[in-house]
Structure formats: structure tokens, C-alpha cells
């Protein structure tokens, strides 16, 4: 949950931000999009940058909304009203929440932890019941209606290229857990990169491979799902047969 003033109540409320209290545009953010950020390193290098130095220094004209460790809880350094210079250009920082996610040094698209993306998801979760959205990436590199952005795609609304958060973010797996995606949801899923079709049923911790289309509906119409199969990308499909002990 989220107080009314814009804190999550079940995360470390930092006790001092220091110069990052002045490192905003505003205190009226809409909070109406969510951004994951790559740290690019570790929570030293962040605290100094972002809360230790000012923001007359060049080098430390950054803030977020909170840090997001490799294990253990969120740490909330500015509230959800804070219009934090993080994504590049004045729309995301006044409309978005912003967090830094710990490591991606080397190498800079080291995956998240289990951790890091349980973090992800509760924050989404919280942010779209609170203000009232629906969790949705962009369908394309220009659409701004979306929810979920990453830093590099920020272009579209004026922020600099940058690589941040270089591949980090499992959205698909992200996605699946905001949908409701508890272990024992059934869902039919196709393989991506294959001239033909490669349909897989997962079911919680399983995938089972359906050989032929009426494999695909009976399996569909067997537990209430769409015969439709899922697009997911090469990270996630590997991510489920990793996890199902499929050799695919
Ligand atoms: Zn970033």
C-alpha cells in the first residue's frame, strides 16, 4: 500500500535524503508511469551521487524515488509527490516514479534477482491501484500512452539516449506476475524466433510442449484459457523452460 502522502508502507523509509530533497523539478507528480532504472553499480556510489552531494555539482544532478537492493527490502529516499530528475526530460520526471535497481556494472545487463523483481512488481502493483492505471508497456517507439517505461525509451519524450537499464528488465515475467500470474495460471504460450509455430502449455512450474493444434485447443478448453498462444520473448521462454527443466 501507499500513503496518502506517497509512501509505500512496507518499505524502508530512508531517514535523511539529503541534497536529493532538492533535486526535483516539483512536488506534484502524477504518478501516472513507472520507471525501472539500472544502477550501474552499488548503493555507496548511489547514496554519494544522489543524496551526499549537491546539485550545483554537475556530475550529481540525478534523484529517484528509492533503491532497490539485490536482497533485502526497498529503500524509499523521496515520497511518490516528488518530481525526481531521473528519466532525462521534464514529462517522465513529473509524471513518473522512478527506481534504481542495484548492480548492472558487470556486466551491464546482469539479470535481476528474484528479489529485485518480486520489488518491481509490488511497487507496480501498488502504484496502479493507487492511481488508478492499468500496467502497460508502449506497443512502439513513439507511443507515450503506456505505464511502464524504461529510461532509454524516454526519447520519445525528449530525454537523451542512454542505455539505462540495458536489458535488465524481465518485463514479460513483470507482466505475467501483474496479471494475476500466480503459479497455478495456465496460459499457452508460442515460441519465439521459429518459422513455424512451437506452442507450450505452462502450467504453474510445468511446460509441456503441445504437438499439434488440437493439442493447443483441447489444452485451452481444459482449463478455461484463451487457444490464442502468448508472444513471449527469447528471455522469458527461457526463463519458463529453465524453470519447468525443459531442455527446448
Ligand atoms: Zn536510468
Not at 509512501?7 to 516539483?26: C, I, M, Q
Amino acid at each position: 500500500m501507499i500513503t496518502p502522502d506517497g509512501w509505500l508502507t512496507w518499505a524502508e523509509r530512508w531517514p535523511n535524503p539529503g541534497f536529493a530533497s532538492r533535486k526535483v523539478d516539483g512536488w506534484h507528480n502524477t504518478g501516472r508511469m513507472y520507471l525501472p532504472h539500472s544502477a550501474v553499480g552499488y548503493w555507496g556510489g548511489f547514496k554519494g551521487r544522489l543524496m551526499d552531494r549537491p546539485e550545483t555539482d554537475p556530475t550529481a544532478r540525478a534523484s529517484v524515488h528509492g533503491w532497490i537492493p539485490y536482497e533485502d527490502n526497498v529503500i524509499q529516499i523521496l515520497p511518490f509527490t516528488a518530481e525526481c530528475w531521473s528519466s532525462g526530460s521534464p514529462y517522465p520526471n513529473r509524471n513518473g516514479i522512478a527506481f534504481e535497481t542495484e548492480g548492472g556494472y558487470k556486466p551491464e545487463n546482469e539479470p535481476l534477482t528474484e528479489t529485485q523483481i518480486e520489488h518491481h512488481v509490488h511497487i507496480i502493483r501498488d502504484l496502479a491501484e493507487w492511481k488508478q492505471w492499468a500496467p502497460r508497456r508502449p506497443v512502439n517507439g513513439v507511443d507515450k500512452t503506456a505505464t511502464l517505461y524504461e529510461h532509454r525509451e524516454c526519447t520519445r519524450f525528449g530525454s537523451l539516449p542512454t542505455a539505462c537499464p540495458s536489458d535488465r528488465i524481465p518485463w514479460a515475467e513483470i507482466l505475467r506476475r501483474l496479471q494475476g500470474g500466480e503459479d497455478d495460471m495456465a496460459t499457452i504460450i508460442s515460441r519465439p524466433g521459429t518459422n513455424f509455430p512451437q506452442n507450450y502449455l505452462v502450467v504453474g512450474k510445468a511446460m509441456e510442449f503441445l504437438e499439434s493444434r488440437e493439442q493447443r485447443e483441447l489444452a485451452a478448453e481444459a482449463y478455461g484459457i484463451s487457444a490464442e498462444p502468448r508472444a513471449v520473448s527469447q528471455a522469458a521462454f527461457d526463463w519458463l523452460a529453465k524453470r519447468a527443466g525443459l531442455s527446448v
